[in-house]
């Protein structure tokens, strides 16, 4: 079975900075396209960050240049570097992957179970 899991969440003031971690364990072949979403109360779940397994990103207007998505595909790990942060950052930040099992030459769409990220002003 194949599980992702968010870390790094946290509270911080305005303008400050965190980190979020996404593992991924289980009997994984290879992870394709990642990507972290966030979903505020009472909001639609929307599209942070995304990336390639070859590392190309996009970003949502509202973070570009301010997060960096990162991956390292040796470690079965991705990263949200999060600095300058507003309040209207506040939200659950979820972890996403493309994956493909050990024995599978498909990939099938898995979800962390997300990290409160609370930013103050």
């Known amino acids: 079975q194949v599980q992702l899991v968010e870390s790094g969440g946290g509270l911080v003031q305005a303008g400050g900075s965190l980190r979020l971690s996404c593992a991924a364990s289980?009997?994984?072949?290879?992870?394709?396209?990642m990507g972290w979403y966030r979903q505020a109360p009472g909001k639609q779940r929307e599209l942070v960050a995304h990336?390639?397994?070859?590392?190309?990103?996009d970003y949502a207007d509202s973070v570009k240049g301010r997060f960096t998505i990162s991956r390292d595909n040796a470690k079965n790990t991705m990263y949200l570097q999060m600095n300058s942060l507003k309040p209207e950052d506040t939200a659950v930040y979820y972890c996403?992957?493309?994956?493909?099992?050990?024995?599978?030459?498909?990939?099938?769409?898995?979800w962390g179970q997300g990290t409160q990220v609370t930013v103050s002003s």
């Open positions: 990336i390639t397994r070859g590392g190309s990103t």
């Open positions: 996403n992957g493309d994956i493909m099992e050990t024995f599978s030459s498909v990939g099938f769409d898995y």
């Open positions: 289980g009997s994984i072949r290879r992870i394709n396209a």
